[in-house]
Nanobody, 121 residues
């Protein structure tokens, strides 16, 4: 079994910062891409940022220059540093990882349970 567990969400004022983390645990052979998605009330889940195992990153235009993704491969952990937060960043943030378990040749996507980020104006 593989689990992704997020932590670090909360309530912050506009202009503030938060860091969320996600740890993968269980029977893990290898982890390819890791990323963060978010879903605001009444909206579809959207990709915020992703990072490859080699450290290449992509960002949604709405967060470029404000959010930074990083990962610690030794700890199977991905981080999202969010600076200059805006009310429109309010959403549930979900961790995603493409993980290959030892019994499989191809990895599959796993999701965390989500962590709420609320930005007040």
């Amino acid at each position: 079994q593989v689990q992704l567990v997020e932590s670090g969400g909360g309530l912050v004022q506009a202009g503030g910062s938060l860091r969320v983390s996600c740890v993968a645990s269980g029977s893990i052979g290898s982890i390819a891409d890791m990323g963060w998605y978010r879903q605001a009330p009444g909206k579809q889940r959207e990709l915020v940022t992703s990072i490859t195992s080699g450290g290449s990153t992509t960002y949604a235009d709405s967060v470029k220059g404000r959010f930074t993704i990083s990962r610690d491969n030794a700890r199977n952990t991905v981080y999202l540093q969010m600076n200059n937060l805006k009310p429109e960043d309010t959403a549930v943030y979900y961790c995603n990882a493409r993980i290959r378990t030892p019994d499989r040749v191809v990895g599959k996507d796993y999701w965390g349970q989500g962590t709420q980020v609320t930005v007040s104006s």
